[in-house]
């Protein structure tokens, strides 16, 4: 099976930073796309940021401030976050698009547990 654990999530005053990672691991043949996505209260989850081998997005919310990676030789994504806001907080889930033994052409959606950050002073 496929696992994905976060980490990284925690409180932080407004205008500090946080790194969050997340790592896969398993039967992995090859991770086209890795995101994050957050979820505050009362609100849908949303995409964060997503990235590719070719292309990286950003939330209109976030552009300028969150920079997506990738550490391909450790199948990990990071989501640096800077200047944070009190309107960030939010669970935090790390996405990914990996093709596995048993979806091994065009591979399927796993998802991290989340990991809560709270911008508050």
């Known amino acids: 099976q496929v696992q994905l654990v976060e980490s990284g999530g925690g409180l932080v005053q407004p205008g500090g930073s946080l790194r969050l990672s997340c790592a896969a691991s398993?039967?992995?043949?090859?991770?086209?796309?890795m995101g994050w996505y957050r979820q505050a209260p009362g609100k849908e989850r949303e995409l964060v940021a997503a990235i590719t081998s070719i292309s990286t997005n950003y939330a209109d919310s976030v552009k300028g401030r969150f920079t997506i990676s990738r550490d391909n030789a450790k199948n990990t994504v990071y989501l640096q976050m800077n200047s944070l806001k009190p309107e960030d907080t939010a669970v935090y889930y790390c996405?990914?698009?990996?093709?596995?033994?048993?979806?091994?052409?065009?591979?399927?959606?796993?998802w991290g547990e989340g990991t809560l950050v709270t911008v508050s002073s």
């Open positions: 996405n990914a698009r990996i093709q596995t033994m048993r979806e091994p052409l065009y591979g399927m959606d796993y």
């Open positions: 398993g039967s992995i043949f090859s991770i086209n796309a």
